[in-house]
Structures are given as structure tokens and as C-alpha cells.
């Protein structure tokens, strides 16, 4: 593994263990020519994500950017790391298992609510706002007298 710091390409592991759901391996390591410390993870990749954006355009799957996501949806919010790194492992395999290569990033972030709504309603609520484009105030109340509605079995019958 390079070392993040110097490039070089000695480095040594010091301490490995796996994370608390056991969805990958931390890795602590050392850098023998600077003398510097950084962490790695290991996991399992069961296939190769694209993405399928709105505009049409495929991306490769990015972890690292449903991870972004959830941390600014999570900022200043009584959620562990842990609990986050999680939620980001639960989704990646619910996506790898879905039996197709190609996901779209509508269903991506419909996991992504459903994951914040089991764990913090402001989070829900602060990634609805962007996932969902609102525009006004009252976007913020009819969304929330919505899910109000639906946790209550009151989904208005036609």
C-alpha cells in the first residue's frame, strides 16, 4: 500500500481488525521511510456499480460519495462514525445484490432516506430537502405533514 503522505511504496501493517459489522478489515499502517500512520479498509466488492444519473450519463459507483451525503445529512447529529459506516456498508450491499450491474441514482437515494429515516429524523429531513430539490418553506412542511401522514397509515385514500 503507498503511503498517503510520501507516495512510497513500503508500508507496514501494524494492526488489523474488523470493523464492528464485520463488512471489512481496518487496517492500521505505517510508513517505513517517513515514519507516518494511516488506516486502510479492506472489503468485499461483490460487482462493479454504474450508476445511471437522471441526465442519462453512467458513472462508476462511489462509495466515498454516499458517504459524503450521509456525513453532511448527519453534521452536528448525535450519530457515531460507526453507526454511519454502517448505514453506507448496509446500502452498498443492498445495491450489489439487487442482481444488476446498473443502478440508478433514484434508487440509490431512496435507500438513502430509508436508511436516515430509521436513524435521525433531522437527517432525513436535511437530505430530503436536497434529494428532493425544495425550493420553498413550505416544501420543508408539506414533506413533513407527508411522512406524518405515512408513518401514521393516513395515506389518503383516492
Do not use: W
Amino acid at each position: 500500500m503507498r503511503c498517503p503522505f510520501c507516495s512510497n511504496e513500503d508500508t507496514q501493517v501494524k494492526d488489523s481488525r474488523p470493523t464492528e459489522d464485520g463488512a471489512a478489515i481496518r487496517r492500521r499502517r505505517l510508513c517505513d521511510k517517513c515514519g507516518s500512520r494511516f488506516t486502510t479498509f479492506e472489503r468485499v466488492q461483490l460487482r462493479d456499480l454504474v450508476v445511471l444519473k437522471r441526465s442519462g450519463r453512467r458513472v462508476p459507483f462511489d462509495r466515498d460519495k454516499l458517504s459524503r451525503s450521509l456525513n453532511i445529512a448527519l453534521r452536528k447529529r448525535p450519530i457515531e462514525q460507526d453507526q454511519i459506516e454502517q448505514m453506507i456498508s448496509g446500502i452498498q450491499r443492498k445495491l450489489e445484490s439487487l442482481g444488476d450491474n446498473e443502478v440508478t441514482s433514484e434508487t440509490i437515494g431512496e435507500m438513502v432516506m430509508e436508511a436516515l429515516a430509521q436513524v435521525d429524523k433531522i437527517a432525513y429531513v436535511r437530505y430530503a430537502s436536497v434529494y428532493r430539490d425544495f425550493r420553498e418553506p413550505s416544501d420543508f412542511a408539506d414533506f413533513i405533514a407527508e411522512t406524518g401522514k405515512e408513518k401514521h397509515g393516513a395515506k389518503g385514500s383516492g
